[in-house]
């Protein structure tokens, strides 16, 4: 499985941006899918989180703010991400969860996001 994340960038503060994440594999429909993220001197924390039913979860500090889709046939997640904040810059990371659903089996590169006041 594969995982490669696209459209990160340089935005102002209120701004928004859309991450996008192409898997490879034959079932990605029956994995849940989420995205995390790791700013600069800080550990990698989880933003945001699809069930394979489309259930969704996400971290208090973006709760309102991001939303997170998916497209079984494409095979791709997405992370709208709105009011974007100096304090969302980070890599934001893609991730599949394992078919137990309690840990992350695979990892997409990162995409850089940051967001300046």
């Known amino acids: 499985v594969q995982l490669q994340a696209s459209g990160g960038g340089l935005v102002q503060a209120g701004a928004f941006l859309t991450l996008s994440c192409a898997a490879s594999?034959?079932?990605?429909?029956?994995?849940?899918m989420g995205w995390f993220r790791q700013a600069p001197g800080k550990e990698r924390e989880s933003v945001a989180r699809i069930r394979w039913t489309g259930g969704s979860y996400y971290a208090d500090s973006v709760k309102g703010r991001f939303t997170i889709s998916r497209d079984n046939a494409k095979k791709t997640v997405y992370l709208q991400m709105n009011s974007l904040k100096p304090e969302d810059t980070a890599v934001y990371y893609c991730?599949?969860?394992?078919?137990?659903?309690?840990?992350?089996?695979?990892w997409g590169p990162g995409t850089l996001v940051t967001v300046s006041s």
């Open positions: 991730a599949r969860y394992d078919g137990n659903r309690r840990s992350v089996d695979y």
């Open positions: 594999g034959r079932t990605f429909s029956s994995y849940d």
